[in-house]
Every structure is written in C-alpha cells, then in structure tokens.
C-alpha cells in the first residue's frame, strides 16, 4: 500500500565493518554501486517528541558508505518496487546487508550540519574519479521529521542511528582500491578489500 513515511530497514551489525576494518567486495565484480550519504545519531530518551523539539534530540551527523551488486536494482524493478510502495518482507535486500559492506566515520557536530548542509557532497573513487552529489539539505524526510515520526511508535534511545540514506552514488564495473566521500567539508575515506 502506499505509505506518506520515511520506510526503512534494520541493517544487521556485522554489516558495519569495525573501527579501522576496510569494506569488502565480497562478490563477483561485474556491476555494483558506491553510494554515500549521512547518518543521523540520537543523543537522548524520547517519546513522542514534537516536531519544534525534535532537532534536541540529535547529536550529530555521521558519513556513511555503503557498497552493493548491482542486481538489487534489477530486482527492485522486476517487482515494481519504489519508495511509496510497502513491500511485504525484505528477503530481497539479502545482498544488500553483507558482511563489513557498510561504514560510518566520526562523528559531525550540528553547528558544521547547518553551515554547510547546501554544499553538495563529492565521491571520488581511487583518489582521482570524482562524482558529483547532492547537498545534505536535500533530503526528501527532514531529520527533524525523522525524529517525530519514529518517537511516536517508539522510545527513540541515545546512541540509536537513523542512515538518511544516499546523496551521491557511482556504479562500478572494475576492482577499486579506496573511497572518498566529502561531504559537510569532510573527508571520510575507506580503503577496499577485493576477494
């Protein structure tokens, strides 16, 4: 059925690769994606929070990375899958959530957020590719109306993170070495192990 919510996934941990632990492709290469973006992190308890006290309870932004096979869009687009559609079950993003193909850096205060959530971010692969992104700004689900959303059927909790999704994405049909994803003035780089 349609939904007028931001819709997500729970990501399993052993997905985040730990610390100072390089991402993995894992699979054969012929087509996958780098994508990058932020994630929003909760600083306190809440419950049901309203939308002018909302922005009180995030403590900061996080880049994140995320690679992944290219045939999940084939599949999304065999059955009619968009971001209104509620799919029973999430069977098919099995490939999406594979072990250390996701990371997350340090942590970006909220004064940096809103100096410069307009710039639009930069992914640059091998130190020399770059592809050009979106601004953080253009989130369509607001992280104010993330909040409020997800603290009316839950106790939001301090340290919780909510993935804003992809800004900037590049697909991939080569080995590749290391990341790059600049975004609010930042750098956040990981380097690629290839099995």
Same mark, same amino acid.
């Given at each position: 059925?349609?939904?007028?919510?931001?819709? +997500?996934?729970?990501?399993?941990?052993?997905?985040?690769?730990?610390?100072?632990?390089?991402?993995?492709?894992?699979?054969?290469?012929?087509?996958?994606?780098?994508?990058?973006?932020?994630?929003?992190?909760?600083?306190?308890? +809440?419950?049901?929070?309203?939308?002018?006290?909302?922005?009180?309870?995030?403590? +900061?932004?996080?880049?994140?990375?995320?690679?992944?096979?290219?045939?999940?869009?084939?599949?999304?687009?065999?059955?009619?899958?968009?971001?209104? !559609?509620?799919?029973?079950?999430?069977?098919?993003?099995?490939?999406?959530?594979?072990?250390?193909?996701?990371?997350?850096?340090?942590?970006?205060?909220? @004064?940096?957020?809103?100096?410069?959530?307009?710039?639009?971010?930069?992914?640059?692969?091998?130190?020399?590719?770059?592809?050009? +992104?979106?601004?953080?700004?253009?989130?369509?689900?607001?992280?104010?109306?993330?909040?409020?959303?997800?603290?009316?059927?839950?106790?939001?909790?301090?340290?919780?993170?909510?993935?804003?999704?992809? !800004?900037?994405?590049?697909?991939?049909?080569?080995?590749?070495?290391?990341? @790059?994803?600049?975004?609010?003035?930042?750098?956040?780089?990981? @380097?690629? !192990?290839?099995?």
């Amino acid at each position: 059925k349609k939904i007028n919510f931001p819709c +997500g996934y729970h990501i399993p941990n052993t997905s985040f690769a730990k610390d100072k632990e390089d991402l993995v492709l894992d699979f054969e290469l012929d087509d996958y994606w780098v994508l990058g973006g932020l994630a929003m992190e909760i600083n306190k308890t +809440g419950k049901n929070i309203s939308p002018s006290n909302s922005l009180s309870f995030v403590k +900061g932004y996080r880049p994140w990375i995320s690679i992944y096979k290219n045939q999940l869009l084939k599949e999304l687009q065999e059955r009619k899958h968009t971001i209104m !559609i509620w799919d029973i079950g999430v069977s098919i993003f099995y490939g999406l959530w594979r072990d250390n193909s996701h990371k997350m850096g340090e942590l970006i205060d909220l @004064n940096s957020f809103e100096e410069y959530k307009n710039i639009k971010s930069e992914l640059y692969i091998d130190s020399n590719q770059m592809i050009k +992104g979106e601004s953080p700004d253009s989130y369509l689900h607001k992280p104010a109306e993330i909040v409020n959303f997800m603290s009316k059927f839950m106790t939001i909790s301090e340290k919780d993170i909510y993935i804003l999704g992809p !800004i900037v994405g590049k697909k991939i049909s080569n080995p590749i070495k290391n990341i @790059n994803l600049r975004i609010l003035k930042k750098d956040f780089k990981v @380097n690629i !192990i290839n099995k």
